[in-house]
Nanobody, 129 residues
Framework: DVQLQASGGGLVQPGGSLRLSCAGS????????IGWFRQAPGKEREGVSC????????YYADSVKGRFTISRDNAKNTVYLQIDSLKPEDTAVYYC??????????????????????WGQGTLVTVSS
C-alpha cells in the first residue's frame, strides 16, 4: 500500500522557518512526482508546491513563491519543504500526495487537489506570536 507520512510541523513565530518532510513507501518513490498541499480550517485543500520524479522540475503557488523551497532525496524516499518567512496565513495542516493519474505520475502538470491523492497523515503548522 502507498503510504505518505508528513512530519516537521510545529508552532513558530511570524518570520520563522520550518522544514517539513514527506516520507514515502509502498510504491516506486523515484518514479513519482510529489506534491505538498495545505488545508486551513474552513478552507479547501490547496496545492502549494510540487517536485517532479527526478527533481528537475518544480512548481510553487504564487502565495508561497520565494518563501518555500521543495527538494527531494530519492535515496531516502523523502521530499522536503523548506518554509521561510512564515506568515500567519500559512497556518494549516500540510499534506503530501502523489498524482492520481498514472500517465501524469512523473510531473507537476496539474497541482489541484483532485489531481493528487494517497494522502497520509498531515502535519500541523501554526504561525502565531
Amino acid at each position: 500500500d502507498v503510504q505518505l507520512q508528513a512530519s516537521g510541523g510545529g508552532l513558530v513565530q511570524p518570520g520563522g522557518s520550518l522544514r517539513l518532510s514527506c516520507a514515502g513507501s509502498g510504491f516506486t518513490f523515484d518514479d513519482y512526482a510529489i506534491g505538498w498541499f495545505r488545508q486551513a480550517p474552513g478552507k479547501e485543500r490547496e496545492g502549494v508546491s510540487c517536485i517532479s520524479y527526478g527533481g528537475g522540475s518544480t512548481y510553487y503557488a504564487d502565495s508561497v513563491k520565494g518563501r518555500f523551497t521543495i527538494s527531494r532525496d530519492n535515496a531516502k524516499n523523502t521530499v522536503y519543504l523548506q518554509i521561510d518567512s512564515l506568515k500567519p496565513e500559512d497556518t494549516a495542516v500540510y499534506y503530501c500526495g502523489i498524482p492520481v493519474s498514472e500517465r501524469l505520475r512523473k510531473g507537476c502538470w496539474r497541482v489541484g487537489r483532485r489531481d493528487f491523492g494517497s494522502w497520509g497523515q498531515g502535519t500541523l503548522v501554526t504561525v502565531s506570536s
